[in-house]
């Protein structure tokens, strides 16, 4: 759960803080696990923008609130809680954004860990024009408070971090990605090696899992006609939003699915294959444990015979959960610090 989100509910709790939302109407753009907040939303009618499958889930209660796709919101609101990104520029993004969701003398609310960026919303916001009207620091957390000033907010500098958190092209125009995807502007290591040893004989039914903008994806399609459905799956809504115009040309058995595969509410069934680079985080002492997450999750997927290829780390020791899972593996190549491996069940 959210640091910053528990602070913040804990300063309403205590009368520090007051939300002043007179029609009911509250936006909330969210890039933490902001379960802390789901007690307060009963009594509003939120406007959610949170492109994490797991944290949206939680903060629309299961989907029954609807979810924004993109930023600004369409409508003017008079209250906005903003719970931004680690990443310094995604960050600066869903400030401008909630500036330009704003109604006059709106109220805002930007909640940071102190060491998740808390220390640079203050100034992120002035920068753009903001009034800070309070600032608040609990549970090494920083809450700012502004109040929206239309006349006095930098238009111009909101509307240029806007758009550079829009869709964009990358690698020579052949794709297009996001500010917040995962290695966002390039193609992936490891995908790049899975690339060279993926397999032209697939068929049938499969999935790329953890597919991002859909650098894999397009090339499963283009490699292997007698696909008949592929499932592309992310836990990001920006990356499953991308994938059709990524893949186009060989979009007939695409099938996004916008899901976390970590505890997947969709996980499709009786595959042919799964292809995968799943996600981890270097340094952590969890960095093993969403990757052999992933590998359960695709064993879970595959018919009998079916086939799984990955690549990842060579320093992370997969091996053992495929060894206890799938009936054979083999490492097809390794290079660059990276691994390619395929496996039966």
Request: with cysteine; glycine share 8%; proline share 5%.
């Amino acid at each position: 759960m959210s640091e910053a989100a528990f602070a913040f509910i804990k300063l309403i709790d205590s009368g520090a803080l007051t939300l002043n939302a007179p029609e009911g109407k509250i936006g909330i753009l969210a890039m933490q696990d902001c379960a802390a907040l789901t007690p307060l939303l009963g009594a509003y009618q939120p406007h959610i923008w949170c492109p994490f499958y797991p944290w949206a889930k939680t903060l629309s209660q299961n989907f029954q609130t609807a979810l924004s796709s993109s930023l600004p919101f369409a409508d003017k609101l008079e209250c906005i809680l903003v719970f931004p990104s680690k990443q310094k520029d995604e960050s600066a993004y869903m400030i401008a954004a909630a500036l330009a969701s704003a109604a006059g003398g709106a109220q805002i609310f930007i909640a940071a860990a102190n060491d998740a960026g808390g220390n640079r919303i203050k100034k992120t916001a002035e920068e753009f024009g903001g009034t800070v009207k309070a600032t608040e620091s609990k549970n090494k957390c920083k809450i700012v408070e502004l109040h929206c000033t239309l006349d006095a907010l930098d238009h111009s500098a909101i509307n240029a971090v806007i758009n550079s958190g829009a869709p964009t092209p990358i690698l020579d125009g052949r794709f297009m990605s996001q500010l917040g995807l995962y290695g966002w502007q390039k193609a992936d290591q490891g995908s790049l090696l899975l690339e060279q040893y993926m397999p032209d004989d697939l068929h049938g039914l499969g999935a790329d899992f953890g597919c991002g903008y859909g650098y894999l994806t397009r090339a499963i399609l283009a490699k292997n006609p007698k696909i008949r459905k592929l499932f592309a799956i992310d836990a990001e809504r920006r990356a499953i939003d991308l994938i059709p115009q990524n893949v186009a040309g060989h979009d007939s058995a695409l099938h996004p699915l916008w899901d976390d595969l970590s505890a997947p509410d969709h996980l499709p069934k009786n595959l042919d294959f799964v292809i995968m680079n799943p996600p981890f985080h270097s340094g952590k002492s969890t960095e093993c444990s969403l990757g052999e997450r992933f590998i359960q999750m695709a064993h879970m997927s595959l018919k009998r015979y079916g086939r799984l290829y990955m690549v990842a780390n060579t320093h992370l020791p997969y091996e053992r959960t495929l060894d206890k899972l799938f009936h054979k593996f083999e490492v097809l190549a390794q290079a660059n610090g990276f691994k390619v491996i395929c496996a039966g069940k």
